[in-house]
Every structure is written in C-alpha cells, then in structure tokens.
T-cell receptor, first 111, second 116 residues
Framework: LAKTTQPISMDSYEGQEVNITCSHN???????ITWYQQFPSQGPRFIIQ???TKVTNEVASLFIPADRKSSTLSLPRVSLSDTAVYYC????????????FGAGTTVTVRA | SAVISQKPSRDICQRGTSLTIQCQVD?????MFWYRQQPGQSLTLIAT?????????ESGFVIDKFPISRPNLTFSTLTVSNMSPEDSSIYLC?????????????FGPGTRLTVL
C-alpha cells in the first residue's frame, strides 16, 4: 500500500478556501486517490475520489497532477462545521481494496 | 442511499470479558472490513471479513483475539476477546460495493469500547 504524507494540521477562517496537499510518491498504476472526512466519535465519511486530473463534486474538488505523486483537496468557502480530520488515502486499485490510513490533517475553522 | 449500522454504538466492559460487535448493511456488498481506531490515533485495518470463509488478518492481529464472522453479503461480526484496557478503541466496519462506486469504502458509525 502506498504511503501518504499530509500536513498534521491547518487553520482557516469561515468563508475561506482550504487546500490540503497530500504526497504519495509510491502510488501504483491502478491506485485511486480517495479523501475522507472524520468528525469526533464518527466513522470516516467519503468526500471525493479521483484517478487523474480534476474531479469536482458538491462538496470539494480534487486536483491530481499528471505524475499522480501528489493530490490537493480543495474545500471552498469553509464553515465552522468543516472542522474535522481529513484523510488522504491511496489504494483500491488491486482486488483487495485495502486502504492504509495515515495520520490525517486536522482542519480547524474559526469564526 | 444504503445504510451501514453497527451494534452496540458504545459499551463499557470489564477486563477479561468478550464483546461481539455487529455490522449490518441494508444491501449486499462485495467486501467488508474491520478497523480499530485507538484514542487520538488514525484507523488501523484489523482484517478483511470474507463471506463464508475465515477472515484475512493484518499483521499484528490474530483470530484468537479478534474472531470475525461473515455469514452472508450484508452482515459481519467482530468479537474482541479477553479484553484489556488496551483494547479501548473505536471499532469500525467498512464495506465496498455499496453503489456505483464499486471500489470505494464506506464506513459504519463505529462502536466505542471502553475496557475497565
């Protein structure tokens, strides 16, 4: 499973855009990049998934450069309720669908 | 959308006892997994719950301590055996094959276990 590296924490203010970059130098050809959000005492919630270029949904955007060795999750106009831990995961490309969670990024949104 | 539920949502247990956690999905799924999240830590994969056969355990986890069953495509159980305070964690099940994203894992709400 490819190892990921992301910042331990990030602070932001309401209404700002938050960009979290994740490094995954050993990503395999078949691996997807998936981001989850986790609030205290809850299971991780799927945010977005991509393979290459850009993916956008109603919650976030995911930017993946051509070499796929990193990715950036973009949260537009965050609110206090976006305060959570965000995990970047690489995997799922093989038939076992296993994921390896790193430490995640704690995003704190302030008023 | 499909729902993943876990029972119990939380429990407080005495050391030396065992607790069985249930994971129920309201539609058939391809894969089911069990994770542990120790206080303040990230998630660690315990095992893959295989339907109709023995679970596949990750390094550091053994069947005697964490027996797992998966009798069908919508249900699995994880038992935490002979518990000690070090087993105090949140235990989460996840599934693959829930919707059109055939390769995305979705997680249950978790079971918070405290061992005294």
């Amino acid at each position: 499973l490819a190892k990921t590296t992301q910042p331990i924490s990030m602070d932001s203010y309401e209404g700002q855009e938050v960009n979290i970059t994740c490094s995954h130098n050993n990503i395999a050809t078949n691996d997807y990049i998936t981001w989850y959000q986790q609030f205290p005492s809850q299971g991780p919630r799927f945010i977005i998934q991509g393979y290459k270029t850009k993916v956008t949904n109603e919650v976030a955007s995911l930017f993946i450069p051509a070499d796929r060795k990193s990715s950036t999750l973009s949260l537009p106009r965050v609110s206090l309720s976006d305060t959570a831990v965000y995990y970047c995961l690489v995997g799922g490309g093989s038939n076992d669908y296993k994921l390896s969670f790193g430490a995640g990024t704690t995003v704190t949104v302030r008023a | 959308s499909a729902v993943i539920s876990q029972k119990p949502s939380r429990d407080i247990c005495q050391r030396g006892t065992s607790l069985t956690i249930q994971c129920q999905v309201d539609s058939q799924v391809t894969m089911m997994f069990w994770y542990r999240q120790q206080p303040g830590q990230s998630l660690t994969l315990i095992a893959t719950a295989n339907q109709g056969s023995e679970a596949t355990y990750e390094s550091g986890f053994v069947i005697d301590k964490f027996p797992i069953s998966r009798p069908n495509l919508t249900f699995s159980t994880l038992t935490v055996s002979n518990m000690s305070p070090e087993d105090s964690s949140i235990y989460l099940c996840s599934v693959v094959g829930l919707d059109y994203r055939s390769d995305t894992q979705y997680f249950g709400p978790g079971t918070r276990l405290t061992v005294l």
